[in-house]
């Protein structure tokens, strides 16, 4: 299983806009995709209702995990989305 940590960077956290844009990008990934942040529970990164009661806001420092053909790559391109400030776009 591949995992990646990531900061949150957008000023609203994972919310309204960014969690959109985010939750877009994993549902286009061909690998299923969690979120957790430290000692939370694995959630399904697809879901905005999972992201929404994630409460990622900036500077939180999440853990994404895929497993299967592509995982590794769909990590790395949510990673580098997470830690852009979506809110500045």
Not at 11 to 39: C, M, N, W
Not at 40 to 53: E, Q, T, V, Y
Request: glycine share 10%.
């Amino acid at each position: 299983m591949a995992q990646r940590q990531a900061t949150i960077a957008s000023s609203s956290g994972l919310h309204a806009r960014p969690a959109k844009l985010f939750v877009q990008a994993v549902q286009s990934k061909s690998v299923p995709v969690t979120i957790a942040v430290d000692g939370g529970p694995d959630l399904n990164a697809g879901s905005i209702l999972s992201l929404m009661g994630l409460g990622a806001s900036h500077g939180t420092v999440v853990t994404l995990k895929a497993e299967g053909d592509g995982a590794e790559q769909a990590l790395d391109e949510l990673v580098e989305l997470l830690e852009t400030d979506l809110d500045a776009q």
